[in-house]
């Protein structure tokens, strides 16, 4: 036996690590790398925060004031990258790798040294991304939707480290989603079968094939809009024979996929949340996992209702149209379900359940308006409005991010092993809850009103609407400071968190002791 | 252990798959419209002109549109707005082209037929849109179209808009075209 075997086998079967940079440098540890991705994600939204903060001061008012029209676009574009990219996707990825081999009884992440590589590349995508905001020309400006031919032919000299930082997040993301079905179908506990995984676990595994599938199509358009570029390729150039609606169609399609990678994680922790507060078992576990399988297939069939304007036949119109409101069906499921598990529930309102509740009401109004969008005529009028804005919003901040902070409330105290501070909590919950809503309600308005999106500047009547907008931006900024401090609070000190630190709560997690050891399930537990 | 690099070799091919997908989708698109004709494209070959019987019958209406693209300084446009031809008519119709700037330019024109279904019935014989155009800086031409409408084509479409949009490739100019073309140049 040599000396590195046994250092090997030491490191293996205890809670001995390296300590400083070099633990979380060469972790392969699926709790240290799921905390890091947490950590960047919370980052990244506050930076992304603070471009939607530009972004809002520049539309308090009418006319320009801050900002020129062109960095307003860079804030825009940003914003929604980091905000896709950086913080819901990255933390979906934490979420999964600290929770999946705890909840399936598997010692670790199924490929450890690929996770730690599927991390690390992550920040030198958004270094390259950030760096292009400082250097001539500036950042990119076309949207995140970087539609050709303003990505092509319009963009400035940066658009090829703007490519780069792409391939590199669709890498990460490829990775990470490669070791989540491989350690769900490989590495579960005896006896947890398919059907007894928790829901958190399956909406991931079905999350992870979309993005198996929809990640290269993206690599492949940014490609595209590369060597149409700078390699006089004209896929969507229409003097070279190519077709500009041609980008639309490829980039949706992996777009709207991208979407339910947004919130079909939000719909597992909504599910793990609203049983344990309410005390009861989730209704209709079957009809969830069903539900989100088509969900997730029929999020292939729909992308073409981005494109409605593009003047498209009838034909693909309707079906485009019947296929989109198809999906609030499994998705009303899904509610129903919820609002069925919460019946005659014994329910408590902690902080997580709250966020669970707010989840649960907010992202159906985004759903509601997203079923408003889908009707083709109606659409013609939404298009590219604030409508949209508010739309997407609803979704993915009182939706996806709802969703996640639920996630970190809920298992923080099996992280740290202290309870976080309730008095805290609740009031993060409220001003995050009040303030998003006069931040995005008053969008469907101004919307349905005419109000361009994209535009730093507005007609006079919108004036009212956007400063009580941004007043409404500006404190959902804030409110999450309060998060900070409570998650830094927790991570210092406070009451001690039991093994099953809620009372209702189920599941292999709350097996283990809080705070959860560094290696668990060593030896996998038997699950009945 | 087995099992586990099965799947992640399935899952890496998966990978493979989809991004060749991606690319795929630019012929797949291409064949898809070709076939359906819901983009407005029509043919960029000529098609032989066939002897079609004429349907006195009926009128449509073709609409011409040209504009160039916002970079391109060429001068462009056709000789008449509209005109009213029977189903297997052939008609030649002129576009005037005029580059006002000192230095050659080459221009592509690129079509689109609205409704867009009908461009599967809008037959080119010959038009200055299969090639590339040189004009050299203070000329002009007149750049010809030489069509038929197919008898084919469904009773619902009573007009028909041909729009070119002209763009600037000088970049892209493949000078082997120039020999047939240097009688209007320098």
């Known amino acids: ?528 | 252990m087995n099992a586990k690099q099965t799947l992640i070799g399935k899952l890496s091919l998966l990978v493979v798959a989809m991004f060749a997908f991606g690319y795929a989708l630019v012929p797949l698109y291409e064949v898809f419209c070709d076939i359906t004709g819901i983009n407005g494209k029509t043919a960029s070959e000529p098609v032989s002109a066939e002897e079609a019987i004429v349907d006195t019958s009926r009128e449509i209406t073709i609409e011409f549109i040209a504009r160039p693209n916002q970079q391109m300084p060429w001068v462009f446009k056709p000789e008449v707005r509209r005109m009213r031809v029977h189903p297997g008519e052939i008609h030649i119709m002129n576009y005037v082209a005029e580059n006002p700037t000192l230095r050659s330019i080459v221009g592509q024109a690129v079509p689109s037929v609205s409704p867009g279904r009908a461009a599967l019935f809008f037959h080119k014989i010959e038009c200055f849109c299969f090639t590339q155009q040189y004009l050299a800086g203070g000329n002009d031409m007149l750049m010809p179209l030489q069509f038929y409408v197919d008898p084919a084509l469904p009773a619902q479409y009573s007009t028909i808009t041909l729009s070119y949009t002209l763009y600037d490739v000088t970049d892209q100019w493949q000078p082997e075209a120039q020999d047939n073309l240097s009688e209007l140049g320098e």
């Open chain 1, 1 to 528: 036996m040599s000396t590195v075997t046994t250092a090997d086998h030491h490191d293996e079967h205890h809670d001995h690590k390296p300590t400083g940079i070099k633990r979380w440098l060469f972790t392969t540890n699926h709790k240290d790398i799921g905390s890091m991705y947490l950590i960047f994600a919370l980052v990244m939204f506050f930076i992304g925060g603070a471009m939607a903060m530009v972004i809002r001061l520049e539309l308090f008012q009418p006319g320009l004031q801050f900002v020129d029209p062109q960095f307003f676009n860079q804030m825009t574009t940003v914003h929604g990258l980091i905000m896709v990219f950086g913080a819901v996707m990255p933390a979906f990825t934490g979420l999964a790798n600290w929770m999946i081999p705890m909840m399936i009884g598997a010692p670790d992440m199924a490929l450890p040294r690929m996770n730690n590589w599927s991390f690390w590349i992550l920040p030198f995508a958004f270094l390259i991304l950030l760096m292009t905001l400082f250097m001539p020309g500036g950042g990119p400006d076309f949207g995140w939707t970087f539609y050709a031919p303003l990505s092509t032919t319009y963009s400035n000299d940066t658009t090829a480290l703007f490519v780069f930082s792409v391939h590199i997040m669709g890498i990460s993301s490829i990775m990470g989603a490669i070791n989540v079905i491989v350690t769900i179908v490989n590495m579960r506990a005896p006896g947890m079968t398919w059907m007894k995984m928790p829901l958190f676990v399956w909406t991931w595994l079905i999350t992870a094939f979309l993005l198996i599938m929809v990640m290269p199509v993206l690599a492949g358009v940014v490609t595209m809009v590369l060597t149409d570029k700078y390699f006089a390729t004209s896929f969507f150039d229409a003097a070279g024979g190519g077709d500009p609606v041609l980008f639309q169609h490829i980039f949706w399609f992996f777009g709207h996929p991208e979407v339910y990678i947004m919130i079909l994680p939000a719909f597992g922790i909504i599910s793990a949340i609203v049983p344990t507060f309410a005390r009861k078992k989730l209704f209709g576990y079957a009809s969830m996992v069903y539900a989100t399988a088509s969900i997730a297939i029929l999020s292939f069939l729909v992308w073409a209702h981005h494109m409605f304007t593009t003047g498209m036949p009838v034909f693909a119109l309707l079906f485009f149209m019947y296929t989109t409101m198809l999906i609030a069906v499994p998705t009303g499921v899904k509610v129903f379900n919820w609002v069925a598990t919460m019946w005659r529930g014994a329910m408590t309102f902690e902080v997580p359940m709250m966020f669970a509740l707010a989840f649960i009401v907010l992202f159906t109004i985004g759903g509601l308006s997203g079923v408003m969008l889908a009707i083709t005529p109606a659409d013609f009028q939404y298009h590219d409005t604030y409508f949209v804005v508010a739309h997407f919003h609803y979704v993915l901040v009182s939706g996806a991010v709802f969703s996640i902070v639920a996630a970190v409330y809920y298992w923080l105290p099996k992280w740290t092993g202290h309870m976080y501070d309730e008095r805290l909590g609740q009031m993060h919950f409220w001003c995050s809850l009040i303030s998003v809503n006069l931040l995005f309600f008053p969008m469907h308005f101004v919307g349905l009103a005419g109000m361009p999106r994209r535009i730093p500047d507005y007609a006079l009547q919108f004036a009212d609407f956007n400063a009580i907008i941004s007043v409404g931006g500006f404190l959902f900024g804030l409110s999450q400071l309060i998060f900070v401090w409570v998650l830094i609070k927790c991570a210092r000190g406070g009451e001690k968190a039991e093994a099953r630190a809620w009372e209702g709560a189920e599941g292999l997690e709350w097996e283990v002791p809080s705070p959860a050891p560094y290696h668990t399930f060593d030896t996998p537990p038997e699950v009945k």
